[in-house]
T-cell receptor, first 115, second 116 residues
Framework: KAGVTQTPRYLIKTRGQQVTLSCSPI?????VSWYQQTPGQGLQFLFE???????NKGNFPGRFSGRQFSNSRSEMNVSTLELGDSALYLC??????????????FGPGTRLTVL | AQSVTQPDIHITVSEGASLELRCNYS??????LFWYVQSPGQGLQLLLK??????LVQGIKGFEAEFKRSQSSFNLRKPSVHWSDAAEYFC??????????????FGTGTRLQVTL
């Protein structure tokens, strides 16, 4: 079965612009989580969606938002981009979102560069 | 708040040698611990996880990890490293204060280089 797919894989934007990243989970998975990975801050949790509802949110400013559709596909949006938003954005999916019983599968990520 | 420390930023081992990657955690209750591997240009792959029970956990690709509560550690081991194991390894703890939602706190990672 197909893995987690993220589009686009690479993106270049300029400061002040906004960007939307997309994540298609593994078929049947209802939980989608987003992480930001940077050399300075490492891997940081952004938010998690389950059945179109945000269940948890990390410590990121309101410029970072997301949503999940009825088919479990998720998008994250970053408005008013800053240089520090340059990062690899990873999406992960699991069936129910419980790491105790489920395995979370990560996509290859979207590499965002802000100039 | 929970935290994870990986004291080694970079480790080099020879192919065929044994490997141990260190991970220390800080968590008030019994932690749920994970090891992930990230190959260049790839996402993360789960190697193994610990929730309870046997403190020695077996994972994929010949890896194992041992949970030691007295030392607040969850070190990853492999008896014989292959060149394809070169990657970055992340230890993580689940934030169980989130209820049913899944949220991981990751360590800063250890980059493994394998020499032939």
């Amino acid at each position: 079965k197909a893995g987690v797919t993220q589009t686009p894989r690479y993106l270049i934007k300029t400061r002040g612009q906004q960007v939307t990243l997309s994540c298609s989970p593994i078929s049947g998975h209802r939980s989608v989580s987003w992480y930001q990975q940077t050399p300075g801050q490492g891997l940081q949790f952004l938010f998690e969606y389950f059945s179109e509802t945000q269940r948890n949110k990390g410590n990121f400013p309101g410029r970072f938002s997301g949503r999940q559709f009825s088919n479990s596909r998720s998008e994250m949006n970053v408005s008013t981009l800053e240089l520090g938003d340059s990062a690899l954005y990873l999406c992960a999916s699991s069936w129910g979102g419980s790491l105790r019983t489920d395995t979370q599968y990560f996509g290859p990520g979207t590499r965002l560069t802000v100039l | 708040a929970q935290s994870v420390t990986q004291p080694d930023i970079h480790i080099t081992v020879s192919e065929g040698a044994s490997l141990e990657l260190r991970c220390n955690y800080s968590y008030g209750a019994t932690p749920y611990l994970f090891w992930y591997v990230q190959s260049p240009g790839q996402g993360l792959q789960l190697l193994l996880k610990y929730f309870s029970g046997d403190t020695l956990v077996q994972g994929i690709k010949g890896f194992e990890a041992e949970f030691k509560r007295s030392q607040s550690s969850f070190n990853l081991r492999k008896p014989s490293v292959h060149w394809s194991d070169a990657a970055e390894y992340f230890c993580a703890v689940e934030d169980r204060n989130t209820g049913t939602a899944s949220k991981l706190t990751f360590g800063t990672g250890t980059r493994l280089q394998v020499t032939l």
